[in-house]
């Protein structure tokens, strides 16, 4: 009967885990995106901003990302990096909260969230400034090393962080990159774009977040 139980709790965690993810799929059936292009922007609300899992995005993901990048780079806080990791981040929030959030509840909504990026689909050359920002702070955090360009172990050090195997990352870097050894920021660029409005899955940029298929 023990045994039983402890099976039982562990399927409850697990529905709560995956039930409502499949539910945002659904509350995107209406909107004119492709399945496609709903699946990677479901991936990164899910990955990268709902970092707790709580169905929306907040201010305490940014605060949670926060801690999870300087951990990562080894930045204590109250340090020059941290200081200015926090200040970025905090930015990136507000931008995102000002512009995403239409019901002011405090919360971006994975409608929200969809919306938003339909909008930039649409005229990428006019991005937001929050959007303008959490590309660069992408590019600047993968650039361990501050020389210009990231490299392979660069990419995956960060994105295996967020939970994603360190292979799946490795292939998704050279997909991204088309075999070279390093991409520079004017190349990121052009493939940050691509993710986010690309309907074309073997197109590079759609491995920019370390995943390598949608």
């Not at 659904?26 to 492709?34: C, E, G, V």
């Not at 994975?110 to 303008?132: F, G, I, T």
């Not at 995956?156 to 195997?165: D, E, I, P, Q, R």
């Not at 075999?179 to 774009?193: C, D, I, M, R, S």
């Amino acid at each position: 009967m023990e045994t039983l139980n402890y099976g039982k709790a562990i399927l409850r965690e697990m529905m709560s885990r995956v039930i409502p993810r499949n539910l945002f799929g659904n509350r995107l059936a209406n909107m004119p995106i492709s399945d496609f292009r709903k699946k990677k922007l479901l991936y990164v609300f899910n990955v990268f901003f709902d970092v707790n899992q709580s169905g929306t995005i907040d201010k305490k993901d940014f605060e949670e990302a926060i801690e999870k990048i300087c951990s990562l780079r080894g930045w204590a806080q109250g340090s020059e990096q941290y200081k200015k990791t926090y200040d970025s981040m905090i930015q990136i929030w507000e931008g995102l909260r000002q512009k995403a959030d239409a019901n002011q509840d405090g919360q971006v909504s994975v409608e929200e969230w969809a919306s938003m990026w339909e909008d930039y689909s649409k005229s990428p050359e006019n991005a937001l400034e929050w959007q303008n920002q959490y590309q660069r702070f992408m590019f600047d955090l993968e650039d361990a090393s501050g020389d210009g360009s990231i490299d392979i172990d660069e990419f995956t050090s960060v994105c295996s962080s967020y939970g994603l195997k360190a292979q799946e990352c490795r292939d998704a870097f050279q997909k991204m990159s088309g075999g070279q050894k390093e991409v520079n920021y004017q190349q990121f660029e052009t493939l940050w774009k691509q993710f986010f409005i690309s309907e074309n899955p073997s197109e590079p940029g759609n491995f920019i977040f370390g995943k390598t298929s949608f």
